[in-house]
């Protein structure tokens, strides 16, 4: 008598959607591989962005130290963050992505949301939500500061502004031994266009960790810097 609700129990079982995908352990951005062309990047500028690069790089030539987060002892943000040739840790439950990473001394989050608040303070990493499409992991950031360097590889010196809106989508490939972000950078104030990058990622054994980086910076140097160049505010750079 009971061989017809076990029947319905295993069939339910058999049509249920798949697990999603699981992005938990530690990843290091390939080696050797071509993300970004600098001449391309530029070629896609706004004007004022593209006068903004140049005057930051006229100030690098002149000696005066890079303005990337981790060499000011300041977070990355994003998305210095997932394009450094760091390692990152990634922990995943059913609520929220937490992200560590070695270039930066603040985790990033990602929840699980359909919507952002309609109210968001400005940040280093952004306001991340996501959401499932198929095994695929779609992540839309908006809410990041004008605080931060866009990173291709860590040239040419491109800012980001506040209206950046970052969408990613990630999928794990051989087996779930590779991490791939489709990373898409939508700026107007910066450019002409929506940029698309790709980065890709190759879990670690489980044996490894993230090493410690605390920052290395040449103070005076970085001293002689803020002198010459101090920042309006705290929270945002003067170029």
Known sequence: MFRP???AALALLATAA???PDFTGLWLITSGEKRVVPAEVESLLTP???ARMDARNAQIAAGFPRVEGHLRCEPAGMPQLMAAPFAIQIMQNADRILLDAEISNLPRTILFR???PADIDPSW???AIAGWRGKALVIDTVGLSDDAVLDFNFDPTVFRTEALHITEVWTLENGGKMLVDQMTLD???TFVRPVTVT???AKRPR???LLEKPCDVDAKALLDFEKTYPRENKYKHPF
């Open 5 to 7: 609700i076990m029947t």
């Open 114 to 116: 359909a919507a952002h």
């Open 48 to 50: 004022a962005a593209k």
């Open 125 to 127: 990493n952004g306001h």
């Open 207 to 209: 044996t490894e960790t």
């Open 187 to 189: 700026d107007p104030k």
């Open 18 to 20: 798949p697990a999603h």
């Open 199 to 201: 980065y890709r990622y």
